[in-house]
């Protein structure tokens, strides 16, 4: 790992070399610091033949710092590889939960219900 940071945003938005910087979802209220900033990060980017000006979420750090950390052990750094979505979503989302009750249906089973 070469860099350590603190997550300060995400955010999901578009940006148009005409029209600007749209933001389509984030974790937090964005700054216009942070508007800023990611603007001028595509700007570069583009300019540098990479196209992330649609379709991404850009994950905005502070305190970020320069490690020398060497993973010893084998595999990803994964913390997590599952996850149960009721944890993750406040609400089951109508085509996930249908599609969970068909499967419960074919399978002949109760288990694993969504509420």
């Known amino acids: 790992m070469r860099y ?63 490690t020398n950390f060497e993973k010893a052990s084998r595999g990803g750094i994964f913390k997590v590889r599952s996850f149960d979505l009721k944890q993750v979503l406040t609400s089951v989302p109508e085509k996930i939960r249908r599609s969970k009750e068909e499967q419960k249906i074919k399978q002949g089973s109760n288990h694993g219900d969504l509420p």
């Open 4 to 66: 350590i940071g603190e997550v300060e945003n995400t955010i999901v938005a578009d940006y148009n070399f005409t029209e600007g910087l749209c933001v389509i979802e984030s974790d937090k209220e964005v700054t216009h610091a942070q508007k800023e900033g990611l603007i001028q990060a595509i700007q570069e980017l583009a300019e540098a033949g990479w196209c992330i000006n649609t379709g991404h979420r850009f994950f905005l750090l502070k305190n970020f710092y320069e």
